[in-house]
């Protein structure tokens, strides 16, 4: 089989996270080729899914026609903690029994391609930066909302990565103090009221406390159908999606006062649901936060949908590589 491009034009993408595995072959320009993805079996632990991960690299390389050598090097967009300098992650709750894992490298020997480590939630904010709905900004922040919520910021045209990489935690946030109980541990973050998840729970305990919905006929309810009832006209789910876009839309008015940006971007399963959350989250965000910087903010969906974490795993190597030269 011939060669799709010419050699060092193109990079391994792998996003890991703690249900799926992903993995593309990126060009320079962000047009990905190969796209896999596979459940992660996070339950069997580091090795067996380290081993799956090289495993998925391996047959996507194959179906692109290229070998480990026609690559520039390889980007891991990976459930944090971790240290993007060192490669290593460091025991991430979405991935049980990990403890300190030297990711990159194991990948690297593997593949025998030189690779880097990034943030998942970073590395989807630089794919929609470089290749998705923030092209051509240079302030921006991105959520991404889905059974947890992960952020990013670019300010002033670079990646906010903090010490080690794991800065621009935006869904942990403190929204409400002494609030919910969030999945990181503490009370009050911002996903433990905006996730999927949390959609979901809060309406199903306002149904356990005796309010009537017609969600209560469904045995499992999630954020979608939450939306859906909201669109309906069912009291109960207009009173929760309300709730859920005044505290996003105060949370965004927030960061909003803190970096100044252009463009605020959601991605992720929730914000599936379009101008319903985005009209009042924008609308919200623009009345709470201080002028000038309400009024140069706008709030699009994210471009790039599933392949964000890959396209911008890929762009950070593209990025790691040429500062290694
Ligand atoms: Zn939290």
């Not at 621009?168 to 433990?192: F, M, N, P, Q, Y």
Request: glycine share 16%; net charge negative; proline share 4%.
């Amino acid at each position: 089989m011939s060669k799709a491009r010419p050699a060092a034009d193109v990079v391994l993408g792998l996003d890991v996270g703690g249900t799926k595995l992903a993995a593309g072959v990126v060009s320079r320009g962000g047009e990905v080729s190969a796209f896999t993805t596979v459940p992660t079996e996070a339950a069997d632990g580091p090795a067996k899914v380290i081993d799956r991960l090289c495993a998925l690299a391996g047959d996507v390389l194959a179906a692109a026609g290229l070998e480990p050598g026609d690559l520039a090097g390889a980007g891991i967009g990976c459930c944090g903690p971790l240290d993007a300098r060192t490669g290593i992650v460091h025991d991430p709750p979405n991935l049980p029994g990990w403890g300190d894992v030297p990711l990159a490298e194991l990948v690297a020997a593997d593949l025998g391609t030189r690779t880097w480590v990034e943030n998942d939630a970073t590395a989807a904010t630089v794919g929609e930066w470089r290749h998705g709905a923030g092209q051509g900004v240079r302030d921006m922040v991105y959520l991404t909302i889905s059974t947890g919520v992960g952020g990013g910021v670019i300010s002033d045209g670079r990646v906010l990565r903090g010490g080690s990489g794991n800065g621009g935690e935006l869904g942990h946030t403190l929204l409400v103090a002494d609030g919910r109980l969030c999945g990181c541990g503490a009370r009050g973050c911002l996903e433990a009221y905006v996730s999927g998840t949390a959609i979901a729970a809060r309406a199903r305990e306002r149904i356990e406390d005796g309010a009537s919905s017609t969600l209560a006929a469904l045995t499992d309810i999630g954020a979608a159908d939450v939306a859906r009832a909201a669109r309906s006209g069912d009291p109960l789910a207009s009173a929760v999606w309300r709730e859920t876009t005044d505290l996003l839309g105060g949370a965004l008015a927030g960061y909003v006062n803190l970096f100044e940006p252009r463009l605020v971007v959601l991605g992720g399963g929730v914000s599936r649901s379009g101008e319903q959350l985005l009209t009042p989250v924008r609308d919200r965000a623009r009345a709470l936060a201080m002028r000038p910087a309400a009024c140069g903010v706008d709030v699009r969906p994210a471009r790039l949908g599933e392949k964000a974490g890959v396209v911008g795993a890929a762009a950070v190597a593209f990025d790691r590589a040429a500062e290694a030269v």
